[in-house]
């Protein structure tokens, strides 16, 4: 099986509550590794750029809201089926029905507030990891 990347993003609940150890711990300890990392704040441009799939929807507004309301940390991970993985790490997307010993199960606030981002898919890793990162940021 070959290596994969997918990207990831650490939500302002975690850099507010200074748990970007704990978190990357987990993603480590399920075998992917973070090959680049940085933290930032994201503008309502981007945001609204980024999460622009559900600019219809009606949580659009304030999950712009939350996701410039503080810093975040952007990661490329790499990994044996990187994406699966990842999304297997993080748990579902409602805390309330993630897995005992997921990232969200375990520091999630709210289904709004819910830790982690991570790609669904190989074609959009590669999409939100080029939205963040460029080749020479990423180092395998």
């Known amino acids: 099986m070959a290596l994969e990347k997918t990207f990831s993003i ?12 704990k978190i990357n711990e987990k993603i480590e300890s399920a075998g992917l590794r973070i090959i680049a990392q940085k933290r930032l704040w994201l503008t309502r441009p981007q945001a609204e750029a980024f999460y622009g799939v ?17 810093p975040v940390v952007v990661q490329v991970l790499e990994g044996e089926n990187a994406v699966v993985n990842y999304r297997n790490v993080m748990g579902a997307t409602n805390p309330a029905n993630a897995t005992p ?40």
């Not at 650490?10 to 150890?21: A, I, Q, W």
């Not at 304030?62 to 309301?69: G, I, P």
């Open 54 to 70: 559900h600019a219809t929807r009606s949580f659009f507004d304030d999950l712009c809201t939350f996701m410039t309301s503080g």
């Open 101 to 140: 010993g997921t990232i969200r199960k375990e520091f999630a606030e709210s289904i709004e507030a819910n830790s982690v981002h991570g790609s669904d898919s190989l074609e959009n890793a590669a999409t939100e990891i080029k939205f963040f990162f460029g080749d020479i940021e990423i180092v395998g």
């Open 10 to 21: 650490l939500k302002p609940d975690v850099t507010r509550r200074n748990l970007t150890g």
